[in-house]
């Protein structure tokens, strides 16, 4: 299980790629050299790729997870993703574009970015859409394990664990997969 202290050390990398029209399979091949490799790096936590949606343009965006901001920068420096990049350049439109974030700053985008954001109304849906379940999901197995281990009911630590596993599952299971799910919605 991961603490919010784990959370705050945590590092995120998202690239945006514009793939020229007539080269989207070799770039799926370039995604699937690249992936390996950045899992091989130490505090790889996961990788995720948005692919474009069907009738717009032509853009990838790729998800990278580490444990530190240590390790993301480990990768993003090194001579294995440097070789990768100059391989994919003649594959874009527009060179390569990341941007670097530490801890919670995935899930919450700074005031003036240039990044696409869904509406707000649309943005509370979905997270109360996904939050709603795992309340009463946690609630439930935070309360059968009190009664299975023989611990006293306290609102105060239930509810600790609880919005604990929430937050968690959220940041690293929920919202990268739903988010992925109802995207063309979301930018709708």
Same mark, same amino acid.
């Given at each position: #299980?991961?603490?919010?202290?784990?959370?705050?050390?945590?590092?995120?990398?998202?690239?945006? /790629?514009?793939?020229?029209?007539?080269?989207?399979?070799?770039?799926?091949?370039? @995604?699937?050299?690249?992936?390996?490799?950045? !899992?091989?790096?130490? =505090?790889?936590?996961?990788?995720?790729?948005?692919? %474009?949606?069907?009738?717009?343009?032509?853009?990838?965006?790729?998800?990278?997870?580490?444990?530190? !901001?240590?390790?993301?920068?480990?990768?993003?420096?090194?001579?294995?993703?440097?070789?990768?990049?100059?391989?994919?350049? %003649? $594959?874009?439109?527009?060179?390569?574009?990341?941007? #670097?974030?530490?801890?919670?700053?995935?899930?919450?985008? %700074?005031? =003036?970015? !240039?990044? @696409? @954001?869904?509406?707000?109304?649309?943005?509370? @849906?979905?997270?109360?859409?996904?939050?709603? %379940?795992?309340? $009463? +999901?946690?609630?439930? &197995?935070? =309360? !059968?394990?009190? &009664?299975? +281990?023989?611990?006293?009911?306290? &609102?105060?630590?239930?509810?600790? $664990?609880?919005?604990?596993?929430?937050?968690?599952?959220?940041?690293?299971?929920?919202?990268?997969?739903?988010?992925?799910?109802? /995207?063309?919605? &979301?930018?709708?």
């Amino acid at each position: #299980m991961f603490s919010a202290a784990d959370i705050e050390r945590s590092a995120t990398v998202v690239i945006t /790629h514009h793939v020229k029209d007539d080269r989207q399979v070799d770039y799926e091949q370039w @995604l699937s050299e690249i992936i390996p490799i950045s !899992k091989s790096y130490n =505090g790889h936590l996961g990788v995720q790729v948005i692919r %474009p949606i069907t009738d717009s343009a032509v853009t990838y965006t790729i998800i990278i997870r580490y444990e530190t !901001k240590e390790h993301m920068h480990a990768w993003m420096q090194s001579n294995d993703r440097q070789e990768l990049i100059n391989k994919v350049r %003649p $594959l874009l439109s527009v060179d390569d574009r990341f941007e #670097m974030l530490e801890g919670w700053d995935f899930w919450f985008t %700074p005031e =003036g970015s !240039k990044a @696409l @954001l869904p509406t707000r109304w649309k943005q509370f @849906l979905v997270t109360w859409s996904a939050i709603y %379940p795992l309340v $009463l +999901l946690m609630s439930f &197995l935070v =309360g !059968k394990t009190f &009664l299975v +281990l023989g611990i006293q009911d306290n &609102l105060y630590l239930r509810m600790l $664990l609880v919005t604990c596993l929430v937050v968690a599952s959220m940041v690293y299971i929920v919202m990268p997969r739903y988010t992925h799910l109802v /995207h063309r919605w &979301l930018f709708r």
